[in-house]
């Protein structure tokens, strides 16, 4: 079993920045890929980005040049460092990791909420 929890969500006006983390513990063994989510009021749940465990990374249009994701493997432990922050950005934040058994994302934290001010 893979726990995932996330941090670092809060209240910052447009244009601030903010770092979100998620540990990992567990079975981490099980895991390759991690990624973020996010879903704002009334929308579909969204992928934000994407780091495979040799580092490769992949972030949606709407937030490329602004977010950065990146994973510190020794301290079992993903980020999200978000700048330039606008209020569409407002959402619950979700970590997620992919199974190596089913190449799915099987494990997902608790979400932390993230909201842009205008």
């Known amino acids: 079993q893979v726990q995932l929890v996330e941090s670092g969500g809060g209240l910052v006006q447009a244009g601030g920045s903010l770092r979100l983390s998620c540990v990992v513990s567990?079975?981490?063994?099980?895991?390759?890929?991690m990624g973020w989510y996010r879903q704002a009021p009334g929308k579909e749940r969204e992928l934000v980005a994407v780091?495979?465990?040799?580092?490769?990374?992949y972030h949606t249009d709407s937030v490329k040049g602004r977010f950065t994701i990146s994973r510190n493997n020794a301290k079992n432990t993903l980020y999200l460092l978000m700048n330039s922050l606008k209020p569409e950005d407002t959402a619950m934040y979700y970590c997620?990791?992919?199974?190596?058994?089913?190449?799915?994302?099987?494990?997902w934290g608790q979400g932390t909420q993230v909201t842009v001010s205008s």
């Open positions: 567990g079975s981490i063994f099980s895991i390759t890929a």
């Open positions: 997620a990791a992919t199974s190596r058994a089913t190449m799915k994302d099987d494990y």
């Open positions: 780091i495979s465990s040799g580092g490769t990374t």
